[in-house]
């Protein structure tokens, strides 16, 4: 398989897409994309970059999972989220 058929195998990413991404183990949201790199965040502020490669359209269980991070840290800001 050459460079291009690889290329064409991955799945197609756009930004506000929710992945999950191998290297780190953790679902996160495309926020752009800078060369080979794919920019990420969650909700509780954590950023970075990880290769393309590594990153996968997250299933229906982790696309929940972030959404229950996001609840939880929005509870935490407000002071009314256990510990």
Do not use: K
Not at 38 to 44: A, G, H, I, S
Not at 48 to 71: C, D, F, K, M, N
């Amino acid at each position: 398989m050459n460079g291009a058929d690889r290329a064409s195998a991955l799945p197609r990413l756009v930004v506000g897409m929710v992945v999950y991404d191998r290297h780190y183990d953790m679902p996160a949201t495309i926020t752009g994309f800078d060369g080979p790199m794919v920019c990420l965040t969650r909700p509780t502020g954590l950023n970075w970059r990880s290769h393309r490669v590594s990153v996968r359209p997250a299933t229906g269980y982790e696309r929940r999972q972030l959404r229950a991070i996001a609840r939880l840290h929005t509870q935490r800001q407000r002071g009314t989220a256990p510990a």
